[in-house]
């Protein structure tokens, strides 16, 4: 009997049922699932071959396309982070001014205790000696207590005065102002050059890299994040940096972004973005560092292949 007719459904529900097998035959089917996976995959490699794409620009194109979504969610879950640590500072303050106010009140109830003690002592011994004495006990004999005899104090004997304890005032912690939180500006980029001569002395145009030029340069400036070998990550933009190829065949990806990460540690960052990738719409920039192009940086130091730089 097939899966088919096992289901006694007839009418609708049965030609839905149908489709829903039909639809989760590959889930249920590993093998053909698995085959049909092992096709697409060399359909991949087929097509990417015939057009002559490399899987490095293929791992890029990816890459610039998460890296938007990656950026957006750090920075929501940063936010969050800061408005819970705002939320938790506010209590804190809150539950502290409480204990302030309260502080004066608890100290005068302590004084207050501190005062009442002789008085309880006192009072605790009479109620000791009256329930000694009228409390009937019927196997210890009755002893008859002699009223206690005063000595009158005559005008020549010296009185004893009471010496009042002087009072401790206590002072109640300031209450310490919230510093408010500022908010951190976009740093602007300086009027001053940060490269001799023109931007063009740096580069060349060429219509064979398949970009889309620019005719003014888009500035950005800032610390930037080291994203790759030859990328970096300035005011919310993914860039490459224009002018050099980084082949992972020919050169060390590794010491690159470590050379980079070094180069720009604690340092602002001028970037020109001259042009963007046709297909993935990828920013690429000359990047000045202490007023030193470190693209032509990269070509020096044998990390990167001078492809447009001048």
Known sequence: MSEWSSMQVSGFLGWIHRLVMFITWPLRNWKYLLSAIVIIVLFMIAYAFYHGVRFSEMFDWYKVKLSGPVASITGNM????????????????????????????????????????????????????????YQPQEDTPKVKLKAPTFTQITEDEPKIESVEQPEIPIIAPQLVEAVPVQKVEKPKIPEKPYYDGKLSDYYTIRRDL??????????LYGHADVMGPNSLYLDNT??????????????????????????LQNKSVHCDIVAYTSQTQAATALCFVDGKLINREMVEAGLAEDVALK
């Open 210 to 219: 398949d970009l889309t030029y620019l005719a003014e340069s888009e500035k």
């Open 78 to 133: 940063q936010n969050v982070a800061t408005e819970a640590q705002k939320h938790v500072d506010e209590s804190i303050d809150t539950v502290k001014e409480k204990v302030q106010k309260m502080a004066p009140e608890i100290a005068a109830a302590r004084r207050a205790k501190e005062n009442n003690e002789p008085i309880r002592f006192v009072a605790w011994n009479v109620a000791k000696f009256n329930k000694a004495k």
């Open 238 to 263: 993914y860039m490459y940096l224009y002018g050099i190829f980084t082949n992972p065949n020919d050169y060390d990806s590794q010491s690159a972004q470590l050379f980079l990460e070094k180069r």
